[in-house]
């Protein structure tokens, strides 16, 4: 059974940093592309980050681009969210998912982006940015 279970939130000041961590049980990272998301009270489900196995590559929301840093550590089947420089607008719950790698698009937004794209869902975690 794929499960994914999120944590590493909590309270920070804008200017700071914190780690998420996804640790994937059930499935190793080789055929699961991994995708972190947020939603904001009152908005919808953003795609964060992703970390894909084929083709192998990270993938950024623009507007955590150069603060945020995805990467995995496959002895511990676990996937990381660097997150620094933290704004009050990057307050949300926080979600890991699993989804099958996708093929990167020329033009668009990159699926790998979507969550209509990922199957399986960990528990959400929140991170709270004080200004």
């Known amino acids: 059974e794929v499960q994914l279970q999120a944590s590493g939130g909590g309270l920070v000041q804008a200017g700071g940093s914190l780690r998420l961590s996804c640790a994937a049980f059930?499935?190793?990272?080789?055929?699961?592309?991994i995708g972190w998301f947020r939603q904001a009270p009152g908005k919808g489900r953003e795609g964060v980050s992703c970390?894909?196995?084929?083709?192998?590559?990270?993938f950024y929301a623009d507007s955590v681009k150069g603060r945020f840093t995805i990467f995995s550590d496959n002895a511990k089947n676990t996937v990381y969210l660097q997150m620094n420089s933290l704004k009050p607008e990057d307050t949300a719950v926080y979600y890991c998912?699993?989804?099958?790698?996708?093929?990167?698009?020329?033009?668009?937004?990159?699926?790998?982006?979507?969550?209509?794209?990922?199957?399986?869902w960990g528990q959400g975690t929140l991170v709270t940015v004080s200004s």
């Open positions: 998912a699993a989804g099958p790698p996708l093929q990167p698009v020329v033009e668009g937004p990159p699926p790998q982006l979507s969550y209509k794209n990922y199957d399986h």
């Open positions: 059930g499935f190793t990272f080789d055929n699961y592309a």
């Open positions: 970390i894909s196995p084929r083709p192998s590559g990270t």
